[in-house]
């Protein structure tokens, strides 16, 4: 009898010989969130090519809150011992999923095809339990961008801000001038989004021992106070209207001449490009101030279901989602780039071609840091104290000094 040591030499040598397995058929109930514009046609793309593989796609969309609900939904789901095939899950709470022995794992597409090769070690391992690929990458998101109109900018004879102090100083003219400096959505995960983005102005080093480590004395010190003295400065620059408003509906502001500024993540990007808006020219993306690179990757993690049909549909997506020709289509949609590193980006925009190379540049300056208001860098317990704490903050007069300390209590508490 062959030893396992022998069996598994035998079929990565088959594995690398023959060419990748071709999976079809099969069903999937596909649990997301994406339901705004760019989203919805995102991933409409993922529905049309697994469908052209002769697979069923029930699709099960729930908006809102950045998908805290969809997250709520899915534990009744799960209790209920009826989950979805495939769920938009990112970041530790794949890891957590798995240690409760809730999700099937994809290996055997994942080696045939060889991920490994493909996929930035950072990000193969979040996708991964206990070595074995339980959810697939379908791009890399950048957190830290401000979406910028150029006319209203041109209205004040401002230039796009390179820092925080800059960018209070085009704030002041724009208000000055009855513009609305930042388009803002007061939803806690937006409030947490734009918390982060000052939490990196102060360096790579000091966002991991805050947002990562949770370190007490980072937290609490002086440099967090002066992260939040910003915040509070951004939140004079929003307007009246802002409680409750969905991402998309700040951009579109930002995309009317109502506002000239957003932060967001790129995924706003799509929202532009699906209202047929040129980069450049319409609207302008910059980092915001800092030098390092907020990643947030979107990916489906594959839940415990039965039945063969189901089965193979898992293995049918997991294989699509890695390939070349969706990645490409699915990011020049989404706004995002794609997770595999060998995907050609030749169709893709100047914001795009610039978050690939600050990416390249972040990665060999030990820059690039996992999202903490996207669910990339602490388990949800946590990140739920984060958001609780920077909305009241950005929602009261508390002074910077006691939400530092209000912060720091909070995670000690979630640990």
């Known amino acids: 009898m062959l030893s396992v040591r022998s069996l598994m030499a035998a079929a990565a040598v088959t594995a690398f010989m023959l060419p990748a397995p071709s999976f079809a058929g099969g069903t999937v109930e596909v649990l997301h969130w994406w339901t705004s514009g760019g989203e919805a046609k995102a991933v409409g793309t993922l529905k049309e090519a697994f469908e052209k593989k002769g697979g069923t796609w029930i699709d099960s969309p729930i908006a809102g809150g950045g998908g805290d609900a969809a997250m709520t939904a899915l534990r009744a789901r799960v209790m209920a011992g009826n989950p979805p095939a495939a769920v938009q899950l990112k970041g530790p709470g794949i890891q957590e999923w798995a240690d409760q022995g809730s999700l099937n794992d994809v290996e055997d597409v994942a080696k045939a095809e060889n991920w490994d090769s493909v996929l930035p070690p950072s990000l193969a391992s979040i996708m991964k339990y ?12 950048r957190v830290d961008w401000m979406w910028v109109n150029p006319t209203v900018l041109a209205k004040v004879g401002a230039e796009v801000p390179t820092t925080w102090e800059e ?11 009855g513009i609305t400096p930042l388009a803002h959505g007061g939803q806690p ?37 002066k992260v939040f003295d910003q915040l509070r400065k951004l939140r004079g620059y929003v307007d009246p209207g802002f409680s409750g408003r969905d991402w998309n509906l700040a951009t579109a502001m930002v995309m009317n001449g109502e506002a000239a500024f957003q932060i967001m993540g790129d995924w706003a990007k799509g ?4 209202a047929g808006k040129v980069p450049g020219k319409d609207f302008l993306c910059a980092p915001t101030p800092g030098n390092g690179y907020i990643f947030n990757a979107d990916s489906f993690a594959f839940f415990k279901v039965s039945g063969q049909d189901r089965i193979e549909g898992q293995k049918v997506l997991a294989s699509l989602i890695m390939s070349p020709e969706f990645q490409e289509t699915f990011n020049l949609a989404k706004g995002s780039i794609p997770a595999r590193t060998d995907v050609s980006l030749d169709k893709f925009d100047s914001c795009a071609l610039k978050s690939h190379e600050d990416l390249t540049a972040s990665v060999k300056n030990d820059a690039f840091v996992p999202s903490m ?16 704490v920077v909305t009241n903050f950005f929602n009261s007069d508390m002074s910077s000094a006691d939400a530092a300390k209000a912060l720091a209590d909070a995670v000690k508490r979630a640990q």
């Open 130 to 141: 206990k070595d074995k690929y339980v959810a697939a990458p379908v791009n890399i998101h």
């Open 167 to 177: 960018f209070n100083a085009v704030a002041d003219k724009l208000k000055a001038a």
């Open 189 to 225: 995960w937006q409030d947490a989004t734009v918390f982060e983005t000052i939490v990196l102005s102060q360096g790579a080093d000091f966002y991991r021992k805050a947002l990562i480590d949770l370190d007490q004395d980072a937290l609490s010190g002086e440099t967090m106070v």
């Open 271 to 274: 929202e532009f490009l699906a």
């Open 373 to 388: 208001a996207h669910e990339m860098a602490v388990p949800r317990t946590v990140r739920g104290e984060f958001l609780d």
